[in-house]
């Protein structure tokens, strides 16, 4: 009797409250409106740059700086989220966000003042190092790959900034920025009132810096850092330099151009709460190098440079499926392998390296389609990267998965 009794307050302890719930919801609403504004360059990079005269090596740089800055903001964000709660610092990143959002209207014809204005627009790509600890402290092991996952479809920021944005824009010059402007504002309030901290969650009292070295030491920080280069970099390039590819290689208009690039981000969005359900019931490691391994043999398909119908179409959306179900399991293995009050300083480290495995690619493929006419060769070194991180992330992170805390 006793032994029945038991059984059932562990079985009860693991589900979710609905706090859980109500948190993950208003965070993955948080994270697709400031992924919105971080990605809302890259729809009209094509019309600002037509109106400026930018090559494309400068088109590239002019919607990577965002990547950039959003990254590497990643990190202290995730630190100050161990420190101050996700309650106080989403509310402020969207309210920040809102800033740079409304200087790009004074800004777009002035090519070095739109980059600094891009500078500034990385803000709204750190919160994703909020949502995770947050989504995290709430939903027990068992569940926290699909709890993560689905804070992940806020990914679909990068869709809605590529289908809607230009459509917005095409009514008024203004109105876009103007939009998501008022969107951040009613969020920023919305989540002051609903988000709330786990009452017992442990607050660090080390210095930022200390626990930021203490997390950069832990040699599974890095290897996941490599893999989520790989997966979430992935999704992030194509989300910023995909309109560009297939308006340049296959001469689509920049609405279709756009159109396209939304449905493969929504194919990104789909299955990155996909790959951490999976991550729930096999290993992670496993669920991330099979994705990975499926990315790398279509980029080698992309790379022979097929008809947009239905080859190329394709191979993109094969892709995007792997690179959204990688995202997942990745963030998964974090929340397995990472000590809990250590996933904001981890989220941050790990977080920045896959916004940064979405800077270069589309600096890469600027140039070497300037130098060589071709995006072949940029195709093929993903596959070489994505090849790499299947084999790794199958020969080694099962292990990290499996080793004590003391040991990672």
């Known amino acids: ?75 202290p964000v995730g630190a100050l989220t161990d420190r101050y709660g996700a309650r106080l610092m989403f509310p402020l990143c969207s309210a920040l966000t809102i800033i740079p959002v409304l200087l790009i209207i004074p800004t777009r014809d002035t090519y070095g003042a739109l980059l600094a204005v891009g500078f500034l627009l990385g803000v709204g790509g750190t919160t994703f190092a909020i949502g995770v600890p947050l989504v995290n402290s709430w939903f027990p092991p068992a569940k926290r790959g699909f709890a993560i996952g689905v804070f992940g479809m806020g990914m679909g920021g990068v869709a809605l900034s590529g289908y809607f944005t230009p459509r917005i824009y095409r009514h008024g010059e203004s109105l876009p920025f103007l939009f998501l402007a008022v969107a951040l504002a009613g969020y920023a309030v919305l989540s002051w009132f609903f988000l709330r901290d786990r009452p017992d969650r442990v607050i660090p009292t080390m210095p930022l810096t200390q626990r930021l070295g203490q997390a950069a030491r832990l040699r599974v920080t890095w290897e996941l850092a490599a893999l989520y280069a790989i997966g979430f970099g992935g999704i992030v390039a194509f989300g910023v330099y995909l309109p560009t590819y297939l308006k340049t290689w296959y001469e689509l208009s920049p609405t279709d151009a756009g159109t396209k690039a939304a449905g493969f981000a929504l194919v990104t969005v789909v299955f990155r709460p996909i790959g951490g359900w999976l991550s729930d019931r096999v290993h992670p ?40 179900t990688a995202s997942g399991a990745v963030f998964a293995l974090v929340a397995r392998v990472t000590p809990q009050p250590q996933v904001g300083s981890v989220t941050g480290i790990v ?19 300037s130098a060589k006419d071709t995006y072949s060769i940029g195709f093929m070194l993903l596959s070489d990267l994505a090849l790499a991180g299947c084999v790794y992330a199958f020969g080694r992170m099962r292990e990290a998965g499996a080793a004590k805390p003391s040991e990672r």
């Open 285 to 324: 490691a496993v669920v991330a190098s099979w994705a990975l391994g499926v990315v790398g043999v279509f980029a080698i398909g992309q790379a022979f440079d097929p008809e947009l119908s239905p080859g190329g179409t394709i191979c993109l959306l094969v892709m995007a499926a792997g690179l959204g």
């Open 1 to 75: 009797m006793t032994t029945t009794a038991t059984s059932s307050t562990a079985t009860a302890v693991e589900e979710p409250s609905a706090t859980a719930y109500v948190n993950l919801v208003v965070a993955t609403i948080g994270f697709t409106l400031t992924f919105w504004a971080w990605n809302l360059i890259a729809p009209l990079a094509n019309d600002f740059g037509d109106a400026m005269g930018l090559s494309s090596f400068q088109q590239s740089l002019m919607v990577a700086v965002p990547v950039l800055v959003g990254s590497l903001g990643r990190i």
């Open 351 to 369: 977080g920045a390296m896959g916004g940064l495995g979405g800077f270069v690619p589309p600096l890469v493929m600027g140039a070497i389609y």
